[in-house]
């Protein structure tokens, strides 16, 4: 009888820590690189099941990921650890031009009662035995160049997406990041919209090394699921709009909003983007009086929707409310997206009302960009690999 007991037991316990094992997370999406700064970066995955989550980082100095304990760095929410199947890491203190390994852990919470009690399953996460963990390099105002990529209007193309932004086009060695510049899908009417057409693929291509910032179109503030956005683009400031800076170069990205009046019938009372503009107007004037912005080599712009003062509504707002405020601060280029077309636009054209240069990347390509303190070159390829615009801007 004892026996049989003892037996009972031990493959009861079997079972369970099987079923445990079976309820582990499992990364399904990700990770890919966000806010990348010269002091930090965010990492955002997702899992199959709730859990709580930490990111380990090591020097990328030659030992083993394993040689030491390595530093940790978890998702809190006002001191608390948020149960979900998304996550959200930053990584802080690092310093700037320095190439990191990391690598992505979850522990599945298997029952959560409080105080009372809370039973967790195995932790599981990136695979640093067998494989080599993942390296991101931070940004660094040092530089002498800063290289990035943009790409915009795909409208859920991923296959597009990945032969433009393939692995073996976007690296370290060439790109210190990567820009999509709004307009990635038509709508965003789900998670799993964002997720197929622009997250998953950036992820098989280069996102979970290469850093990538998002410039919000005005197709992305569209659909069910937009009011979302920010939990799976998450920037330095918490909102759409944000700075940061890499080599010579000081960026402000701008979220233009949608392109229409709020009272359109498209948006069905569900908008107030002119307030919106407004107050983001009132952070882009702190913005350009910030000591990082004045004391930079070269400015850049980056918007989805070019400002146009006879446009649509949107694209006059931009001008209304934006471009006065760039205006005698020294901007060198804006670059924007939206017509699906290429255009420059010269500084001080009469219906931009901006005294810098606007450029706007056609749709289906990518504009590959290299920045110093004397020009900025851009060139723009097809995806057929045919270089279509080769140009550049001297620094004034």
Not at 104 to 116: C, E, M, R, T
Not at 361 to 390: L, Q
């Amino acid at each position: 009888m004892k026996r049989l007991i003892l037996l009972t037991f031990t493959l009861f316990a079997l079972y369970t820590a099987v079923a445990e094992e079976a309820k582990a997370p499992k990364i399904i999406l990700g990770p890919y690189i966000q806010a990348c700064g010269q002091n930090e970066f965010t990492v955002v995955w997702q899992t199959d099941t709730d859990a709580v989550c930490w990111v380990e980082i090591a020097p990328d100095d030659g030992t083993h990921f394993y040689n030491t304990e390595r530093e940790r760095f978890y998702q809190t929410i006002h001191g608390r650890r948020p149960i979900g199947k998304w996550h959200v890491v930053t990584v802080t203190g690092l310093e700037p031009n320095t190439v990191y390994r990391y690598r992505i852990l979850n522990k599945g919470v298997l029952l959560n009662q409080g105080n009372k009690r809370v039973r967790y399953s195995e932790s599981k996460g990136s695979n640093v035995y067998r494989r080599q963990p993942y390296k991101v390099r931070s940004l660094d105002t040092d530089s002498k160049t800063t290289r990035f990529a943009i790409g915009n209007d795909f409208h859920d193309k991923p296959e597009l997406l990945s032969q433009l932004f393939s692995k073996e086009v976007i690296n370290q060695s060439k790109y210190d990041f990567v820009v999509y510049n709004g307009d990635m899908v038509s709508s965003f009417e789900s998670e799993q919209r964002l997720v197929e057409s622009v997250i998953a693929p950036s992820v098989a291509q280069f996102a979970s090394e290469v850093p990538l910032f998002f410039s919000r179109g005005n197709h992305e503030t569209r659909g069910a699921w937009a009011i979302n956005y920010q939990n799976y683009l998450p920037t330095q400031t918490g909102t759409p709009y944000y700075t940061f800076s890499d080599g010579p170069a000081f960026f402000i990205v701008l979220d233009s909003g949608e392109d229409k009046p709020d009272s359109d019938i498209e948006y069905h009372d569900l908008v107030r983007y002119d307030h919106y503009r407004q107050q983001e107007a009132q952070w882009l004037k702190n913005v350009v009086e910030s000591k990082e912005f004045q004391q930079a080599a070269v400015k850049i712009v980056i918007i989805h929707v070019p400002p146009k003062s006879n446009g649509w509504h949107g694209e006059a707002e931009i001008s209304k409310l934006f471009a006065p405020i760039l205006n005698n601060v020294g901007i060198d280029v804006m670059f924007c997206a939206h017509i699906h077309k290429y255009r420059f636009t010269e500084a001080n054209d009469p219906l931009s009302c901006c005294n810098f240069p606007i450029i706007c990347n056609p749709n289906r390509t990518r504009m590959d960009v290299e920045v110093n303190k004397e020009k900025i070159i851009y060139k723009i390829t097809d995806a057929e690999g045919k270089e279509i615009i080769n140009n550049e801007i001297l620094i004034q």
